[in-house]
């Protein structure tokens, strides 16, 4: 089962979800939409034991992002 956990930061939404594979990890995925702009995705940013880090891990990830544009 997938988890997602949505955010807005900086008018920026952040898609984050975990994704069930192999071995029992969990790919950290995350999608960044901003209105007028096409979204970018991100797969398997890196890996990890529990679809809670993964989360984290993606939205973090996409808040650095999100600094670095604005």
Do not use: N
């Not at 949505?6 to 901003?34: E, F, M, N, W």
């Not at 096409?38 to 993606?58: G, I, M, N, R, V």
């Amino acid at each position: 089962m997938k988890a997602v956990v949505a955010t807005i930061h900086r008018g920026y939404q952040l898609t984050a979800s975990a994704c069930p594979v192999h071995g029992g990890l969990h790919a950290a995925d995350l999608v960044i939409k901003k209105p007028g702009r096409s979204p970018e995705s991100f797969s398997a940013l890196d890996y990890f034991f529990d679809d809670q880090q993964a989360l984290k891990y993606a939205t973090h990830w996409g808040r650095i992002g999100v600094e670095m544009k604005t």
